[in-house]
């Protein structure tokens, strides 16, 4: 049985900063890229970052290059998430998923490529 759990979320003033963490089991996680995507009150769900399963590429959506990077160790089964400069706009609820899908990069910035999603993990930048 595949789960996801995500936690590390919280409040945080603008400019601050928090690391996600995403424990995957039920599958062989070196198999698999890992995504983050996060979704927001009244708006559809987001693509932030995503890795390949050997970690060698990693992907940012536009909004968070520079301040976020994606990490993961394959031997704990873990993916990160570590959020810098953090602004209000980066408020939502934060998803890890996991895809099978190896193919050209901008396919992992889709969300229907992912097949397992985690519960999420609020995220809260205000002051």
């Known amino acids: 049985q595949v789960q996801l759990v995500e936690s590390g979320g919280g409040l945080v003033q603008p400019g601050g900063s928090l690391r996600l963490s995403c424990a995957a089991s039920?599958?062989?996680?070196?198999?698999?890229?890992m995504g983050w995507f996060r979704q927001a009150p009244g708006k559809e769900r987001e693509f932030v970052a995503a890795i390949r399963r050997n970690s060698g590429s990693t992907y940012y959506a536009d909004s968070v290059k520079g301040r976020f990077t994606i990490s993961r160790d394959n031997a704990e089964n873990t993916v990160y998430l570590q959020m810098n400069n953090l602004k209000p706009d980066d408020t939502a609820l934060y998803y890890c998923a996991t895809s099978p899908y190896d193919g050209p990069y901008y396919g992992l910035r889709t969300a229907r490529q992912y097949d397992y999603w985690g519960q999420g993990t609020q995220v809260t930048v205000s002051s």
């Open positions: 039920g599958f062989t996680f070196s198999s698999y890229a």
